[in-house]
């Protein structure tokens, strides 16, 4: 059974930094692309980060030149490095994976990080 796990969220203030992680764990044979969404109360999910398998990235415009993503495909887990917070970016994060185990392709969510940015 595969799952993703995040961690590292917590509460900061504004200005600060935080970096979450997010470990695929299972019977995995290769991961394409990750991605952080973000659902802040009363708010759609959005996308925050994307990094392909082959270390290309994309990011939302609201986050550039502020957030890093990144992955270490040897551990099967993805970073978020947020820098410069600000209390806009308070929302509930979810890592996001398509992952192929036992032959299959399959959409993967984690259970979700809640990130507070507050003084």
């Known amino acids: 059974q595969v799952q993703l796990v995040e961690s590292g969220g917590g509460l900061v203030q504004p200005g600060g930094s935080l970096r979450l992680s997010c470990a695929a764990s299972g019977s995995i044979s290769s991961i394409s692309g990750m991605t952080w969404y973000r659902q802040a109360p009363g708010k759609q999910r959005e996308l925050v980060a994307f990094?392909?398998?082959?270390?290309?990235?994309n990011y939302a415009d609201s986050v550039k030149g502020r957030f890093t993503i990144s992955r270490d495909n040897a551990k099967n887990t993805v970073y978020l490095q947020m820098n410069s917070l600000q209390s806009e970016d308070t929302a509930v994060y979810y890592c996001?994976?398509?992952?192929?185990?036992?032959?299959?392709?399959?959409?993967?969510w984690g259970q979700g990080t809640q990130v507070t940015v507050s003084s």
């Open positions: 990094i392909a398998s082959g270390g290309i990235t």
């Open positions: 996001n994976a398509n992952i192929k185990s036992n032959y299959v392709w399959k959409n993967y």
